[in-house]
């Protein structure tokens, strides 16, 4: 019975100790659901199958949920975006394993990305068995964000081409940039804690420095162009932007400051200049330096009361020179006459080469008008005389037009060069190989003249003139900017006239305002016609200088602006020719400043052709340059182009300034430029000017070339490959015209004393590491040299026929060339 009795004692026990093992169990559950629900971390905890038994309000807060929907579920109910492994995790835990978690990324119910870390733990019963898990998580996302943009900085920082430099607000360097280190010399352990007047050079004047601290603390920002010095003394020029960064009171924490080196710029600059003001073909003056020069003499003459002679000279029967022996022999020729016709001129005279075969002489401080008519005649009787030029004699005749200054009522330069020019047309009508001397009160002309403005004001009064549309487009993405608006006269007989024909005649008169209110007017309604039919277009419209400095045309753009209230801000832009002659900067400056505060953006015309490109990039606050279509038209084949082109490019994104390429004809002048890095363009091998109504369809439609699409843009490094391609083909084109009998001398002949053959031999190990495609190029290039020796053979031995026929073959190899150039860049 004592066993009996025992053993009761026992179940008793037992029971009694469940009793109280699940009593603790409750408790401790009890216990830890009252801490996880007030923790102020995000918790949860979990059964065996995960269903949730207790979550904190942060964790509610966490992942956008309310605690109605989330007791007694499963947890991948609640949380369908949660991974895989985070799901191992959890049977990890189950098993005991508490383990390091990395931070994860998890899509919640709403959608949002969300970056946690998190734990997972066992939790334990009162008998010391794992009930099931606790998870902890932690929303990172800020904090990912902040460190992705922190690399994203860092990179930019290391890798920008310009220099960077930080300073605290005191002005001492806290860090700089590796191109800082290219740029000046010093390495960033010379110059940290160190002022950037080490940089100093003495160019600057003290108030330099002042203004430019006086603008920055008072806008925070200083944009300019100064000179520094590196670290061996060498002078740089830099366009240098400091920023001010603020601080939480508004005070300054750091300075940040950006620059490139121009010194490069500036010697192509000083390149470009001298192209700016001489002809590249002769040498003499071209017409921004005689127009200068003419200025000149006229004030000499209106100071000292003497006489001015003004010579319009043009070569007779220079075309069919051109024509029957080439190009090459046309330039050639006028070299020769060029040369000749300087030497007759005494020292203060001036001859130049405004364009084609025309010349231009200036005769300053005449003692009478007699005076300039000796001179006239032996510069007459010089290009008389017969020229020897690459072994043909050719003989030349010229018509002259002369005009004196002063005359009896008041003239400025153009309206001279005007009347010489006229006189010029008279001497040719007259029967060529003479002189007239244009005579100002004979006012038959002015009439002639006057019956034609009628004509043209009649014409703006009946709406025969018209606008036509040429597109602008991003070559790369296709997108159509914008397109330009281009005048036309609609003529009842003798059709449709070009701007050519007709705007000379109003230039300079009130017409010509008239004209230029209504092409604005025309365009701004074109503008809000287009966006009627869901056409977004900006438009342009060219202005001539006249029209821009004529009083009160910031109102009555205003006014335009404000009748025209469909029209967005820069859907409308105003197109200045690089040539027009600027006479207040100032008052031009404050002008396209204030367009810009109307929305209106102003883009400088035929950049790279006119008076003086460079001061007017530098003066004015243009947005766009649009590069000139001759540059851009002759690029594929003359690497001379190709280089200012470059220039030119250099200059606008050294001046922060949006290029457009004009007269891109065909898709190998699209492919150069996007190369080159510019991506848009105009020209007829987009579309050519057409009617406004003929936009839209077009605009839906046009898609960009297929190559144009995959287009890369090539490191500055890689430019001399685009260079040697122009060469071989200048040079292809050279052997043609041997071969046609255009051209006296053949071009060298050795691959290795060709441009390209140069470029293969030095620049093959460094430029691509693509050797077989390098060997197969060489392999080509030599074939092509053979080929073209066999052609010269030929025709020197008089097979001309047999040489011609020959050429396409020429033609085919230099293309397949091209083509494998072409795939080891893209
Ligand atoms: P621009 O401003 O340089 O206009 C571009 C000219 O280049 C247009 O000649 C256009 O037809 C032509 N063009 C476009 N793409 C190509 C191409 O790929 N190859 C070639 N060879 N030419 C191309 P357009 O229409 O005869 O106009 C001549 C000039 O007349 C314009 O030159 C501009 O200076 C002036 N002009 C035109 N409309 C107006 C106007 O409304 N007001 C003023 N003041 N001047 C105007
Ligand atoms: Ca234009
Ligand atoms: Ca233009």
Redesign the pocket.
């Known amino acids: 019975s004592d066993g009996k009795v025992k053993r009761m004692r026992g179940t008793i026990q037992d029971v009694t100790e469940l009793k109280q093992a699940e009593a603790t169990l409750r408790e401790s559950r009890e216990l830890l659901r009252l801490f996880i629900e007030h923790a102020p971390v995000a918790l949860a905890m979990l059964d065996r199958e995960m269903l949730y038994l207790a979550v904190s309000q942060r964790w509610l807060q966490t992942f956008g949920l309310e605690a109605g929907e989330v007791m007694g579920r499963s947890h991948y109910e609640v949380l369908p975006g949660c991974p895989k492994e985070w799901r191992k995790d959890h049977q990890h835990a189950l098993k005991g394993k508490i383990m390091p978690l990395e931070a994860g990324c998890l899509v919640r119910p709403d959608g949002q990305m969300q970056w946690l870390r998190r734990e997972v733990h066992p939790w334990f019963t009162g008998g010391g068995e794992i009930g099931g898990v606790i998870l902890f998580a932690e929303d990172i996302s800020q904090e990912k964000l902040a460190e992705n943009r922190l690399h994203l900085a860092a990179s930019v920082f290391t890798h920008a081409a310009e220099g960077i430099l930080i300073t605290d607000a005191k002005g001492i360097i806290l860090d700089v940039n590796d191109a800082f280190t290219r740029i000046t010399g010093y390495t960033r352990d010379e110059v940290i804690g160190k002022n950037p007047r080490i940089l100093k050079s003495d160019r600057q004047e003290p108030t330099f420095y002042e203004e430019m601290w006086r603008q920055l603390l008072h806008d925070g920002k200083w944009t300019g162009e100064i000179w520094n010095k590196t670290k061996s003394g060498r002078l740089f020029a830099e366009m240098l932007t400091i920023s001010a960064v603020p601080d939480e009171a508004g005070g300054v924490r750091q300075y940040v400051a950006f620059f490139s080196d121009l010194t490069s710029m500036k010697e192509q600059e000083r390149k470009l200049e001298r192209i700016a003001q001489y002809d590249l073909l002769t040498g003499l003056p071209n017409r921004t330096l005689l127009a200068d020069r003419q200025r000149q003499a006229m004030v000499q003459a209106n100071s000292r009361s003497r006489v001015m002679a003004l010579i319009c000279l043009d070569l007779d029967g220079f075309k069919s020179v051109n024509d029957r022996h080439g190009h090459n022999v046309g330039d050639h020729l006028l070299i020769a006459v060029a040369h000749r016709l300087r030497d007759l001129l005494r020292a203060g005279d001036t001859i130049g080469r405004p364009g084609g075969d025309e010349f231009v002489v200036v005769l300053p401080d005449l003692a009478s008008e007699r005076e300039a008519l000796p001179v006239l005649a032996e510069l007459q009787a010089a290009a008389r005389a017969p020229f020897e030029v690459d072994g043909h004699v050719v003989r030349l005749s010229s018509s002259a037009g002369v005009v004196l200054y002063p005359q009896p009522v008041d003239v400025d330069a153009d309206q001279l060069l005007r009347q010489a020019s006229q006189a010029l047309y008279h001497a040719k009508l007259e029967g060529k190989d003479r002189y007239h001397i244009f005579d100002p009160r004979q006012d038959e002309n002015v009439r002639g003249h006057h019956e034609d403005l009628e004509r043209i004001r009649m014409a703006l009064a009946k709406g025969e003139l018209v ?2 549309y ?1 597109p602008r487009v991003n070559m790369r993405t296709g997108k159509v900017i914008g397109a ?5 006269w609609q003529h009842p007989e003798a059709g449709l006239l ?3 024909q007709f ?1 000379p005649v109003i230039e300079g008169t009130g017409l010509e305002l008239e ?2 209110e209504w ?1 604005m007017v025309c365009a701004l309604k074109q503008v809000e016609e287009w966006n009627r039919r869901g056409l977004d277009l900006a438009v342009s ?4 200088a006249q ?1 821009l400095q004529q009083p009160g045309f910031d109102a009555l753009l205003r006014r335009l602006l404000e009748a025209h209230p469909g029209v967005k801000p820069y859907r409308f832009e105003l ?1 200045l ?1 690089e040539n027009a002659a600027l006479t207040e900067m100032g008052e031009v400056v404050a002008l396209i400043e204030m367009c810009g505060k109307l929305g209106v953006a102003f883009s400088l ?2 950049f790279g052709t006119g008076y003086s490109s460079l001061s007017y990039l530098r003066k004015l606050p243009f947005d766009v340059l ?1 590069i ?2 001759a540059f851009v ?1 002759d690029m594929l084949d003359d690497p001379e182009d190709l280089t200012l082109l470059e220039g030119v490019l250099g200059l606008a994104t050294a001046f922060r300034r949006q290029a457009v390429a ?4 065909s898709v190998e002048h699209g492919m150069m430029l996007l190369r080159l890095g510019c991506e848009e363009g ?4 987009i579309a ?2 057409m009617p406004a109504s003929e936009m839209a369809a077009w605009a839906k439609a046009w898609q960009p070339y297929a190559e144009w699409r995959h287009a890369k843009t090539l490191p500055h490094a890689d430019w001399p490959m685009l260079h040697a391609s122009v060469e071989h083909r200048a040079w292809v084109l050279a052997i043609a015209e041997y071969v046609e009998g255009y051209r006296q001398m053949p071009p060298a002949l050795e691959p290795s004393e060709c441009q390209f053959g140069n470029w293969l031999q030095t620049e093959r190990p460094s430029a691509h590491s693509d050797r077989l495609a390098i060997t197969g190029v060489d392999a080509l290039h030599h074939r092509i040299h053979s080929v073209a020796s066999e052609l010269l053979e030929l025709t020197r031995n008089g097979n001309k026929a047999e040489a011609a026929a020959g050429l396409s073959n020429l033609y085919a190899l230099r293309d397949q060339l091209l083509e494998a150039l072409d795939r080891m860049w893209s």
């Open positions: 606008l036509y040429q330009e608006a281009l005048i036309r070009a701007p050519a705007l004209v230029g092409v419209v060219n202005v001539s029209q197109e020719l015309d035929d649009k000139d279509r038209h004009e007269g891109v004809e105009q020209g007829f091998g050519r000017p």
